[in-house]
């Protein structure tokens, strides 16, 4: 009866011992799955950055539209172009609300938006993009107080605002983007 005690115990611990190697290395593939999507997902979302930023070049500054300036030929097609990339942003990170780095990535190609739209003539399109930034920064600001970037990110995108405001005439929109903008 002992020993038979002793094998069924060996025997279970054998059992056991074998569950948690299985155990262990179901889990390090899923972490090296998790690592690799992780990776692939930086890689997409870095080649989609490049291609919005190839798509708005250097967009600020000054508009290149308005009264006495040639139209900018490319800013039509790249807004509209700029406009599918950011919808992917918006859907992007509303499906991964907690990560802050994709919900930034969307905020900031708002802001390229609005600038392109305020270049292009388009003051409400840009206005509206500009408030939509502003409003995903001060949200992020207020959820992952830790995270500078979003306070430095809300600041720009103020000043940026503020920049169009002045061009718009838009005075006391302005001055109060403008007022914001300090930290």
């Known amino acids: 009866a002992v020993l038979l005690a002793a094998v069924t ?36 979302l870095d080649a989609l950055e ?8 250097s967009q600020e500054g000054p508009p290149r ?8 030929p490319r800013n ?24 802050p780095r994709l919900r930034r990535e969307s905020a900031r190609a708002l802001v390229r938006v609005g600038t392109m739209r305020a270049q292009a003539g388009d003051g409400e399109a840009a206005t509206k993009a500009f408030e939509r930034a502003v409003a995903s920064f001060e949200a992020m600001r ?23 405001a002045v061009h718009d005439e838009r005075s006391e929109d302005a001055e109060r983007d403008a007022a914001r903008a300090v930290v």
Do not use: C, H
């Not at 299985?22 to 890689?43: D, F, H, I, L, V």
């Not at 490049?50 to 070049?57: E, K, T, V």
């Not at 406009?83 to 918006?90: G, P, R």
């Open 50 to 57: 490049d291609i919005f930023d190839s798509l708005a070049g």
């Open 65 to 72: 539209q308005g009264p006495g300036l040639p139209p900018d």
């Open 142 to 164: 207020g959820e992952f107080p830790e995270d500078e970037e979003n306070v430095i990110d809300l600041a720009r995108t103020l000043s940026e605002s503020a920049l169009w």
């Open 9 to 44: 115990g060996w025997v279970g611990y054998l059992v056991a011992q074998g569950a948690l190697e299985r155990e262990s290395e179901g889990r390090a593939r899923a972490e090296a799955a998790t690592k690799r999507a992780e990776t692939n997902e930086r890689m997409s």
């Open 76 to 99: 039509e097609e790249s807004t509209a172009l700029l406009q599918s990339v950011l919808a992917f942003y918006d859907r992007f990170a509303a499906e991964n609300k907690t990560n």
